[in-house]
């Protein structure tokens, strides 16, 4: 206990200066990594909007319209199972191999698979073309490994939230693209209708645009992307230390993992009181610690934080297959009969407004209110958006069109949905805090990420699945599958409320 307000006054002002405090961001690097994470949901996106009218225009539902998410949801998830697959070869590789020659890849992959997309009409070649796409998407723990090695303690949640970031503009300009740019040929007759290429192959110009932006990023990172990994860079570090020896008395080379140097880019690694690597004490002969085993990350912490991500995933992932499809299917069968256009406008004006907010308030509300609380209200907001689409189903029954009332509840129902980025920030620091040491945190993020790739791998078939029989067997009325999906929600709220109420770098 304090026995003066003056001593309590003091130890308020120390905290906050040291809360407040924070060391800057490496820009530039993370700037690269941004712009590889901006890419990757640009090509997993752009589909959304006109993915099942192409399916449809394959042939492979055999003009039955109500059977059209069952095979939509095929190319949807096998792009998160083909990821789910390799994320931890990826990982593996970059321990190996070093951080950058594999990040160097992703984008590479994902243009030759966004061209094959566009450039067939037949099913089973857009199934394998989303395969290549989520294999090299398997990269992307790769990045957070990156951005984990860059930060510190003080503005590692400031850097967790640009990625974020970059999957919301990414994730808001693929449906764009999506929806403007298919069938070129129809939409803009004067300026396309004459290009066979457009008319023979209606969603090749969407893909050939999230191609080049994907190449695009390639090659900025290509040009100046620094290696990360601590191994790697120690060898170079010891390369330098042995030059200058006899020059002068040189400080002792440091990894990325301890304090600052020019090859950290000015950062430290996160520290917490289960820190194994003391500041100061690393030379260029040090030996890195070994990631520990498997079976050492099995603690009630990490189990929990990756528990949640798991859900949040599968919950979040079913709500992006489950809207594209709503409103593209025709108001007899239960949704609200919009083209790709107007589904892409409405994703698009959601993701900008998203972005927005996101860039003005999410890393302010996670520092002021903490990740948990956080995390716990975009869970509660996913509920509240899924229950509303029954009612939203009620109106346009009603109805028999697209009115005020619907309109009324699409809105409500984005802005819940406008937590969902804050969910994501706010579990990775979780997941982050909880790894039981410094040498798990790569072998922490790599579960979170393969669980995560897994639930998203079986999310997109299970919902529009459910989806299609609840509409054929008119289950609960058509709503059957948003009554399990809220189900799900409340599982997600309830794994919430057992994660910790503070970070361990806070404890005291």
Known sequence: MYETDEEILH??????????????????????????????????????????????ETGVTQGDERRTGYYAGIIESIFFI?????????????????????????????????????????FWVLVVSRCI??????????????????????????????????????????????????????TWPDTFGSIALFKKYPYFLPCAVAASLA???????????????????????????????????????????????????????????????????TTPNSTFEKPPPLSALLVPEVVISVGTYMLLCFIDMSAQVLRPLVYSTSIANGGLGFDPYRIGSIMGTWGVINAILQVVFLGKVI?????????????????????????????????GTVDAKVWTVI?????????????YTSIMILIIDSAPNRASLGATNGMAQAVGCF???????????????????QLAGGNMVFIVLTGVSLLGIRAALLLPKKLRNEKH
Do not use: C
């Open 11 to 56: 130890e308020s002002r120390e905290e906050e200066t040291t809360i407040t405090k924070r060391t800057p961001l490496p820009a530039f690097q993370l700037f690269i990594v941004y712009l590889i994470q901006f890419a990757e949901p640009i090509t997993a996106t752009v589909i959304y909007p006109f993915i099942n009218q192409f399916v449809q």
């Open 82 to 122: 083909t990821e789910a697959i390799t994320v931890f070869q990826w990982g593996w590789l970059s321990d190996r191999l070093g951080r950058r020659p594999v990040l160097l890849l992703g984008p590479i992959g994902l243009s030759i698979g966004m061209l094959s997309f566009g450039f067939t009409n037949t």
């Open 133 to 186: 796409q989520g294999i090299f998407n398997g990269n992307i723990g790769v990045s957070k490994s990156v951005i984990a090695e860059i930060t510190d303690a003080t503005n590692i949640g400031d850097a967790f939230a640009y990625i974020s970031l970059m999957w919301t503009v990414g994730s808001t300009i693929g449906p764009i693209l999506g929806g403007l740019l298919s069938r070129p040929a129809t």
């Open 215 to 281: 190449f695009l990023a390639g090659a900025v990172a290509f040009i100046g992307l620094k290696e990360t990994l601590p191994s790697a860079v120690a060898k170079q570090e010891a390369k330098k230390h042995a030059k200058n020896l006899k020059k002068s008395d040189p400080d002792p080379a440091t990894s990325l993992l301890t304090h600052n140097n020019d090859t950290n880019y000015g950062t430290t690694r996160i520290e917490s009181d289960y820190s194994p690597i003391e500041s100061g004490t």
């Open 367 to 399: 520092r002021r209110f903490g990740p948990r609380n956080m995390h716990i209200l975009s869970q509660f907001s996913h509920l509240i958006s899924t229950a509303l689409y029954p009612l939203l189903g009620y109106f346009v029954r009603q109805s």
């Open 411 to 423: 809105i409500i129902q984005l802005i819940f949905q406008i937590t969902n980025n804050m969910a």
């Open 455 to 473: 639930m998203r791998s079986i999310a997109p078939s299970a919902a529009s699945s459910l989806f299609s029989i609840s509409l054929q067997k």
